[in-house]
Nanobody, 121 residues
Framework: QVQLVESGGGLVQGGGSLRLSCAAS????????MGWYRQAPGKQRELVAI???????RYADSVKGQFTISRDNAKNTVVLQMNSLKPEDTAVYYC???????WGRGYDDYWGQGTQVTVSS
């Protein structure tokens, strides 16, 4: 079984910062990409940032220069540093992992339960 557990969400004033962390645990042989998605009320889930095992990153245009994603491959963790937060960043943030549970098995997508980020104006 695989679990992705997020931490670090909460309420912050506009202009403030939050740091989200996610740890993958369980039977894991290899992790390809890890990242963060978010879903605001009434909207579809959207990509925020993603990072590959080699460190290549991709960000949503709306968060470039504002958010930074990093990863510790040895610990199977991913961190999203969010600065200069705006009310429109309010959403549930989900950790994502594309990983291989056993050698020879394909890669599958896994999701965390989500953590609420609320930015007040």
């Amino acid at each position: 079984q695989v679990q992705l557990v997020e931490s670090g969400g909460g309420l912050v004033q506009g202009g403030g910062s939050l740091r989200l962390s996610c740890a993958a645990s369980g039977t894991i042989f290899s992790i390809n990409a890890m990242g963060w998605y978010r879903q605001a009320p009434g909207k579809q889930r959207e990509l925020v940032a993603i990072i590959t095992s080699s460190g290549r990153t991709r960000y949503a245009d709306s968060v470039k220069g504002q958010f930074t994603i990093s990863r510790d491959n040895a610990k199977n963790t991913v961190v999203l540093q969010m600065n200069s937060l705006k009310p429109e960043d309010t959403a549930v943030y989900y950790c994502y992992g594309n990983l291989q549970r056993n050698w020879g098995r394909g890669y599958d997508d896994y999701w965390g339960q989500g953590t609420q980020v609320t930015v007040s104006s």
